[in-house]
C-alpha cells in the first residue's frame, strides 16, 4: 500500500507523523475552528484515533485543510465506505502572499524543421 502522506502535493510546512490510524466515513462533516495565531491562509489539521481536528487563520486556510484531508481521504486506504487514515499533525501555509499562475508561451511547442 503507498503511503498518502508521501504523495501529499505541494508538500506541507510540517507534517508530523504519529502512530495509529482513524476510520473516518467520507460523508463525515470537518469542523473548523479559527486560530489567530495562524499565518494568513494557514491551517493546522490533526488526525489522531480520536478523530480529525481543523483550525485555520481565514476561509482560504478553511479551504486548504478541506483540500489536504480530500486528498489523503482519496489516497487513504479503504474498508468498505470507510477511509483508514494515517494519524498526522499537518500544519501548512502559502508560500506567496498572492497565488496566481505563469504562462511562459515563449517555452511552448518547437516548431519541426524540415
Known amino acids: 500500500m503507498t503511503d498518502p502522506l508521501a504523495l501529499l502535493w505541494p508538500e506541507p510546512v510540517r507534517l508530523e507523523r504519529r502512530a495509529g490510524s482513524h476510520r473516518r466515513a467520507v460523508a463525515t462533516p470537518l469542523v473548523v475552528l479559527r486560530a489567530d495565531s495562524l499565518p494568513v491562509g494557514g491551517y493546522d489539521l490533526e488526525i489522531s484515533s480520536q478523530g480529525v481536528r481543523a483550525r485555520a487563520a481565514d ?56
Not at 480530500?70 to 500544519?91: F, N, V
Open 59 to 114: 476561509d482560504a486556510g478553511e479551504r486548504a485543510a478541506r483540500a489536504t484531508l480530500a486528498q489523503i481521504t482519496s489516497l487513504a486506504s479503504r474498508d468498505g465506505a470507510m477511509s483508514i487514515l494515517p494519524a498526522c499533525a499537518i500544519t501548512d501555509w502559502p508560500a506567496f502572499r498572492t497565488r496566481g499562475a505563469m504562462l511562459d508561451v515563449s517555452r511552448g511547442r518547437i516548431p519541426n524543421v524540415v
